[in-house]
């Protein structure tokens, strides 16, 4: 077993890249390179990229995570079914060891990716709360636009087999529960939310989670805006532009992120977060029934 640190890249196929960058663009991410063949897209923080389309039928095509060292990626490259250690496409540069689930999705393990330089972000001035007001003579304005995404914060598939799933992705990458969830009886799992172990240092609540129910597949990657303020403007740059929304705004329970679901024009699900739980490798694990996963806070379901 090694271990992962964060999640680095999902990428896709789509016949179009016109299209895929020009919804990308809506959603707030910037092109970091393109040619006749790929399309890499990437945030405001140092990552060199995130998002990666090759021109093809359209389709989920796997998702990457970043090793914690060099030494964790030729490790790597000793567990069963890796390909070795081999270069990385794309801005930055790298390495990668590559596998295949149990379900037949791409998995990468990345490492020594060159980072780019941070883009500006705007940020909100400090909001006056009603028992905390600190704005004084400032009159708070949110300029319209994309969100502008931060960075790739996690992604969902959906599994045949939970279990199976659960022993391939734990036994390889060190991944640690934050949320368990169980059908009927408790022992009965069918999803786990992963957090990356990071030791003393804080982790999200999840950057990777599989779900035994529905058709097998992709469900979901999530992107970090900067505030409550970027995820609401996004909403409504995404929906003047005339974008699929899937769900939200609203405040899940689990995780207590702030979300937005929208669908690319081939119906892959990305989510805008922001205001997400953080838990160190102490944290113990909670239990919940499938009610809790789905329930919010407040907000969610579809506005169309």
Same mark, same amino acid.
């Given at each position: ?6 999640? +680095?890249? $999902? ?7 016109? #299209?895929? &960058?020009?919804?990308? /663009? ?5 092109? @970091? ?26 389709? %989920? ?6 090793? +914690? ?7 790597? @490259?000793? /567990?069963?079914?890796? =390909? ?33 330089? =941070? ?5 909100? +001035? ?9 704005? $004084?003579? $400032? ?25 199976? =799933? &659960? ?7 060190? %991944? ?10 408790? #022992?009965? /799992?069918?999803?786990? %939310? *992963? ?12 950057? %990777?989670?599989? $779900?035994?129910?529905? &058709? ?5 990657? +999530? ?32 995780? =207590?992120?702030? !979300? ?5 024009? *081939? ?11 953080? !838990? ?6 909670? /239990? ?9 806070? *407040? ?6």
């Amino acid at each position: 077993m090694i271990r992962v640190t964060d999640i +680095a890249c $999902v990428r896709f196929r789509a016949p179009d890249l016109d #299209e895929m &960058e020009r919804f990308l /663009l809506d959603f707030g991410l910037e092109r @970091a390179a393109r040619s006749e063949d790929d399309l890499y897209m990437r945030g405001t923080d140092p990552d060199p990229w995130l998002h990666h389309t090759r021109r093809g039928e359209a389709g %989920f095509a796997g998702v990457a995570f970043h090793a +914690a060292s060099a030494e964790d990626l030729a490790a790597a @490259a000793q /567990l069963e079914g890796a =390909s070795g250690v081999e270069a990385l496409d794309g801005p930055g540069g790298g390495s990668r060891v590559r596998f295949t689930d149990p379900d037949g999705n791409p998995v990468e393990v990345v490492h020594g990716r060159e980072p780019a330089a =941070s883009l500006a972000v705007e940020r909100a +001035a400090p909001l006056n709360t009603g028992s905390r007001r600190v704005r $004084v003579g $400032v009159p708070q304005r949110i300029a319209a636009g994309p969100a502008r995404v931060k960075r790739l914060g996690h992604a969902v598939l959906r599994v045949a087999d939970f279990r199976t =799933s &659960e022993a391939w992705y734990t036994s390889r990458f060190g %991944f640690l529960p934050t949320d368990r969830v169980y059908l009927g009886d408790p #022992e009965n /799992l069918i999803a786990t %939310f *992963w957090r990356c172990d990071r030791g003393d240092d804080p982790a999200d609540h999840h950057t %990777f989670l599989c $779900v035994g129910a529905g &058709e097998p597949g992709f469900e979901h990657a +999530a992107f970090e805006v900067e505030d409550f303020d970027a995820v609401m403007v996004g909403h409504d740059h995404l929906r003047n532009a005339g974008r699929t929304h899937e769900n939200g705004v609203g405040r899940h329970v689990l995780g =207590s992120q702030v !979300f937005d679901y929208w669908r690319d024009p *081939w119906g892959h699900i990305v989510e805008h977060f922001t205001d997400g739980d953080l !838990f160190d490798a102490a944290a113990k694990p909670g /239990l919940h029934d499938p009610a809790t996963v789905l329930a919010n806070q *407040w907000g969610g379901g579809p506005v169309r």
